[in-house]
């Protein structure tokens, strides 16, 4: 258990270098193992998640190994198992991803159903169906996601629905099949991109089609590669609101605008500053912050992942502001602890004519009790207090209200769930400035 006391009011200064992003790097360890010879990932941030799947790879007889600073080395060659221990679905959404490269092994394989955050259900019905046209037959029992096949094949398969880690599971699955497969209502996140790239360079046909399509045709070997991994701008942002919510000035040297545009286009709008040149992007206080009316929504629009930054930001706005939460059913439950806090945030759902269509969850997931819109009234007067962190973005949201706020607060993160997608965040923002202490 990890403890973390802050005391807030001192601006965030300085510059800073994030890692490989985390819903990348994990994912490419996991897309080695296709592969017939060893390969070498490169700028990895150190944080639990990716600790997690090397152990998952090295429990299978394959091994994943550190083999530098940032780098890790990737051998498919020992592989030897196709079941996860269930104990790996109770902290780890990656259990799942692990089906292609185990059935292009093996032809069958045994894993637990994926955990990790509890910020909505996982459609994973999307990637079953998906599986199920590549030719994979898939049954559950006791917790447990059994899929074997008797030759993959390609096929067309359209996503009723955008999907993130379904369209990165079926383009690891088509790969090796036969045939050509055409995934329609493809996600576009720029991780998908790494994948490919990742992919091609060890051999494989994909490419990017219009109209959300991809192409994949399958080959018979993959052989290893070597690939740097594309910096992480969910830390990008967090680093960003922690500097504008504190008046601060921070550069995050490696970040790419190309990956944060619907980011900084909100930040036009909130009047926050920011400034894009060869050393990455600065964001920095420049004046009173305004209210801006924002909704999440699958790439390019504004991820889901930063809206509890940015709510966090904006309880320091003058005026009012709206955000609509259209991407999953449940990921509100950080406002509780900021309206403690002295925030001022109700929760409301907006009235939608066509729900289905605007909302990217399965409605049928959805409960009277999940709200899908926060009202934020500022600009606020944050104090501190004590919690328990309930997640990654929880914990990095109250970390930054903590550094926001007058007075002391305690965060307390039983299961370590900062360090699953920050590294050192502590030593980092203690290096900018701010007053804060793991213990």
């Not at 600073?69 to 902290?91: C, F, N, Q, W």
């Not at 994979?136 to 390609?154: D, M, Q, R």
């Not at 993130?164 to 045939?179: F, P, Q, R, S, W």
């Amino acid at each position: 258990m990890s403890h973390f006391k802050i005391i807030g009011g001192n601006p965030l200064f300085g510059s800073v270098r994030v890692g490989g992003a985390k819903n990348a790097s994990y994912k490419l360890m996991i897309a080695a193992l296709l592969g017939d010879a060893p390969s070498r990932l490169l700028n990895f941030s150190h944080i639990s998640d990716v600790q997690m799947v090397a152990e998952i790879i090295n429990s299978l007889g394959a091994k994943a190994q550190l083999v530098g600073e940032r780098a890790y080395m990737v051998d498919p060659t020992s592989l030897s198992s196709h079941d996860i221990a269930e104990k790996y679905g109770r902290i780890s959404r990656a259990s799942s991803l692990f089906i292609p490269a185990l059935l292009s092994r093996f032809g069958e394989v045994s894993v637990p159903f994926p955990g990790g955050d509890k910020i909505g259900a996982r459609p994973l019905d999307r990637h079953f169906d998906g599986l199920a046209a590549l030719g994979v037959e898939v049954k559950f029992e006791n917790e447990l996601i059994h899929a074997k096949t008797k030759g993959l094949h390609g096929a067309t398969y359209c996503f009723p629905k955008s999907t993130h880690t379904g369209t990165e599971t079926l383009i690891m699955t088509a790969v090796k099949a036969k045939g050509v497969t055409l995934l329609q209502n493809a996600a576009l996140e720029t991780e998908i991109d790494d994948l490919i790239e990742f992919l091609n360079t060890m051999g494989a046909k994909i490419e990017r089609l219009p109209n959300r399509v991809i192409k994949i045709e399958g080959v018979e070997h993959l052989h290893g590669a070597i690939h740097q991994i594309m910096p992480d701008h969910n830390q990008v942002v967090s680093f960003a609101c922690a500097a504008i919510a504190t008046k601060g000035d921070v550069i995050v040297e490696n970040a790419r605008p190309s990956d944060l545009t619907a980011f900084l286009t909100a930040l036009d709008q909130a009047h926050a500053g920011y400034q894009v040149g060869n050393f990455g992007v600065r964001f920095f206080y420049k004046g009173p912050l305004q209210g801006a009316v924002i909704a999440t929504g699958i790439h390019p629009g504004f991820k889901t992942d930063w809206q509890p930054l940015w709510v966090t930001m904006m309880t320091q706005a003058t005026g009012v502001s709206v955000l609509h939460e259209t991407v999953l059913e449940n990921r509100f439950a950080y406002v509780k602890a900021l309206n403690e806090m002295g925030a001022s945030i109700q929760l409301f759902n907006p009235e939608v004519d066509n729900p289905d269509k605007l909302y990217n969850f399965n409605l049928e997931n959805d409960r009277p009790e999940f709200f899908h819109a926060a009202r934020i009234v500022g600009p606020s007067a944050l104090h501190g207090g004590e919690f328990d962190v309930q997640d990654l973005r929880h914990g990095a949201t109250l970390m930054i209200a903590g550094l926001t706020a007058t007075g002391e607060t305690t965060l307390h993160d039983s299961t370590d769930h900062i360090d699953r997608g920050y590294e050192k965040l502590d030593r980092i923002l203690h290096k900018l400035g701010a007053n804060i202490q793991r213990y």
